[in-house]
């Protein structure tokens, strides 16, 4: 492993030498609950850079994303980039579409009191730096200022020990572009020697049209001795006395009003104990990573696997204060909502941004359902929140308002997927309309990618009256990924989860409606060829078609890739091939060509659109073809899932560096989450949206894995899978049971998994 220096600031020595010790005895030990946050390796992929893509000093889906920013414009590259050594910036918001509230602490000296308001970057050195989750120091070499970073939800905490006899200042760099957007109306007041406020509001872009405004309270521990602002660079220096070694300071943030961000300092952060903060923090993390105890492995086995499973906790992000205020940016004027109160007048859930829910069917929906329920509890009556106020369940708010960012109705398997685990019990009929809505002409699948304005380029009505989206669209251009043949297989996909929920409701006019749109896959493969082809307008085949040509016909994918995408229906994909043997045969061939290229278009995702990447038949880098091991399971031959599972994850997911991690594209938690199953051995292939919310069990790369399972949901008290003669080369199971009774088709239900258990394996190196 890398040593990192020692440092004697408070309880940083004692948290760097936990992780040596855990990193040396990680082999031989269960990980505990007081263990498993050092584990996490935070620099994992930031090379491969995005604006939400690393959070260092924040909370499970916090408000506040509180880090260093070393690039601070794009929201690819943006952010924390590894290989950028000069901080721009310790800014609060690192969200979809969003940003804001950038600070900088500062020595002034005669010399450089005129030009530090424009230049008052700093380089630094990884060599001083550490990070673990909810915790980010690092020295600014330009000012000798060591930066301390930590948070509540909504509140950053911010310590920073200066040089002696120094003249301190924090500055505050509020009319600038940070990732996705320009920061703009900057506003900073001085209420008292303590206190501070301010506002920012957030330009549009074509993926947030609206604008919004950020407002924030700052409270300090010593007082403030003046405020001047540069009125070129509409920067605002806030300078405190030079007697002062060490400045703390406490930044909460709204997006209703300085008012609420006062109370959520005053609700999360009532004291002035770093420390204890940083404790705070580490405890919330060790306590939602620990659900998840592993034995065996390698010590980067443990240590991978814990930093996947925090990229799978920390991508979607907060929006609602803490009394249930939250922006309301669907009409057309900005309106403030309210979340509905408990009977002790704290909200009964919070508010969320997030990214589409495109690939959560094989990824969130699987972890969360089962080893955080009341996260996709609270996800699921926020998605109803924006529905009750813009008409419509989104696929990727930001701000207040959809993106309508990616295609189709994603939300829709998440959803159901929680109702049929038993999450979700309550208002299912409001709930059906809700989604129904969705899949109709005038829903959200009638939308292509960020379109806004018009209801055309999502091809809905091409799918309802042909049975298929057309390629090209004939009406022309109207969003982002108009690619009809994808948008035909995410359609039928979806349909067919909406129709297992209007089973379940006994809605069987529906159900049988939506199962016969659950089989458009059907009409855009193309026997002939035996891949999944795009059809023009006119029912004709795309002329001169090449299967592994990337995006001709395909969202982010190419078709080699996106012919697997029937996860509701594999068995009838296989006859169309030709029958099982032959499905099996080809996609093994198609594994056998990816293992090449370690099963990924390059190490990024912009990598994905070079020749040379592209035209790989499997990629784990992006969602389409992320389910392809798993499918082997399906198909009758449940060992090609363990032999390619276990090396894709061997291959492409097990390294611990900052040049690699994903391999593509890490959206807001999605790869981290897929990982964590592939380690485990479980997966549910059409997102556990069936009656029976079936997983199927495969290869897990540890001895033992001990799954806790939340009591106010589930009625067992912990999941415990047992591999036993496990190794890197054992990774067939000759033998499966379950309490102590024979499994057979290598699944288990929901239900039996979560009435608490042990699963055996018993495994070997030959089938």
């Not at 030079?242 to 005053?266: C, H």
Request: hydrophobic share 30%; proline share 4%; charged share 20%.
């Amino acid at each position: 492993m890398e040593l990192k220096k020692i440092y004697k600031i408070g309880h940083i020595a004692i948290s760097i030498t936990l992780i040596f010790l855990v990193s040396c005895n990680a082999q031989k030990t269960v990980s505990s609950k007081k263990q498993v946050s050092n584990l996490v390796y935070p620099l994992l992929d930031t090379e491969n850079s995005r604006w939400f893509y690393f959070s260092s000093a924040s909370r499970p889906f916090g408000m506040v994303n509180l880090n260093p920013d070393t690039e601070i414009k794009g929201d690819w590259g943006g952010g924390y980039k590894y290989t950028t050594d000069t901080v721009k910036g310790f800014s609060h918001v690192h969200e979809w579409q969003m940003s804001g509230v950038s600070v900088m602490p500062v020595t002034i000296s005669k010399e450089n009191k005129t030009v530090v308001f424009k230049d008052f970057y700093s380089k630094f050195s990884h060599k001083t730096e550490m990070i673990t989750p909810g915790y980010h120091l690092l020295k600014l070499d330009r000012y000798q200022i060591t930066a301390e970073l930590t948070s509540t939800k909504r509140v950053g905490f911010h310590k920073y020990t200066f040089p002696v006899k120094t003249q301190k200042a924090v500055l505050f760099n509020l009319n600038t572009i940070l990732g996705p957007c320009e920061n703009t109306s900057g506003k900073l007041e001085k209420n008292s020697d303590y206190e501070l406020s301010g506002s920012l509001v957030l330009s549009t872009n074509f993926r947030r049209p609206k604008p919004l405004t950020v407002f924030f309270k700052i409270k300090t521990k010593e007082p403030v001795t003046s405020v001047e602002r540069d009125n070129t660079t509409g920067n605002f220096l806030v300078h405190f006395s030079e007697k002062t070694p060490i400045v703390l300071m406490k930044v909460g943030i709204s997006y209703t009003s300085i008012k609420n961000a006062d109370y959520n300092i005053e609700t999360e952060l009532p004291h002035w104990n770093f420390n204890k903060t940083v404790s705070d923090s580490k405890k919330e993390w060790n306590d939602l990573l620990g659900r998840i105890q592993v034995e065996g492995g390698t010590t980067t086995d443990q240590r991978r696997f814990y930093t996947d499973l925090w990229h799978g906790l920390q991508g979607r992000k907060i929006i609602s204060d803490a009394n249930g205020a939250y922006p309301d940016n669907s009409g057309d004027r900005f309106k403030i909502g309210q979340l509905p109160l408990n009977a002790d007048g704290k909200p009964k859930f919070n508010h969320y941004n997030s990214d589409a829910f495109w690939g959560a069917q094989w990824t969130i929906n699987n972890l969360w359902g089962l080893v955080y329920p009341e996260i996709m509890e609270e996800f699921v009556y926020s998605l109803m929140q924006y529905y009750k106020d813009s008409g419509m369940i989104p696929r990727g708010p930001s701000g207040g308002n959809d993106t309508y960012v990616m295609t189709g109705a994603s939300a829709t398997p998440f959803i159901v997927s929680a109702i049929q685990k038993g999450i979700v019990k309550e208002d299912l009929e409001e709930i059906y309309i809700a989604l129904k809505k969705n899949h109709m002409p005038g829903g959200i699948m009638e939308k292509a990618g960020y379109e806004h304005k018009t209801n055309i380029g999502g091809g809905l009505k091409h799918y309802l009256e042909k049975g298929y989206v057309p390629y090209p669209l004939p009406e022309g251009n109207f969003g982002s990924h108009e690619d009809g043949a994808s948008q035909t297989l995410e359609y039928a996909y979806q349909d067919w989860t909406l129709a297992q929920l209007a089973k379940k409701l006994n809605h069987e006019k529906d159900y049988n409606y939506f199962m016969k749109r659950a089989q458009n896959y059907q009409n855009v493969f193309d026997k002939s060829i035996g891949w999944m082809r795009p059809k023009n307008v006119e029912g004709k085949w795309r002329e001169n078609y090449d299967p592994y040509q990337y995006e001709n016909g395909f969202i982010e994918s190419n078709g080699a890739q996106s012919t697997w995408f029937v996860p509701h229906d594999i068995d009838g994909l296989a006859n169309l091939m030709g029958g099982k043997e032959k499905a099996v045969a080809k996609l093994n061939a198609q594994f056998e060509t990816a293992k090449k290229q370690k099963y990924t278009s390059g190490t990024s995702h912009d990598a994905e659109l070079h020749p040379e990447f592209s035209r790989i038949p499997v990629n784990f880098g992006n969602q389409p073809s992320m389910q392809t091991s798993n499918i082997f399971t399906i198909l009758g031959r449940p060992d090609l899932t363990q032999f390619w599972t276990r090396n894709v994850v061997k291959e492409t997911f097990s390294g611990l560096s900052p040049s690699t991690g994903y391999n593509g594209d890490e959206d807001q938690g999605l790869m981290g989450s897929l990982n964590v199953l592939l380690k485990l051995g479980l997966f549910q292939m059409n997102g556990g949206t069936d009656q029976d919310a079936v997983y199927q069990i495969g290869s897990p790369i540890f001895n033992k894995i001990t799954i806790q399972l939340n009591p106010k949901y589930y009625s067992g008290k912990a999941f415990i899978i047992k591999a036993e003669n496990n190794s890197a080369e054992n990774v067939y199971i000759k033998d499966i049971k379950y309490n102590n009774q024979t499994v057979k088709g290598f699944t288990l239900t929901h239900q039996e998994i979560t009435n608490g258990g042990e699963l055996i394996l018993k495994m070997s190196d030959k089938l």
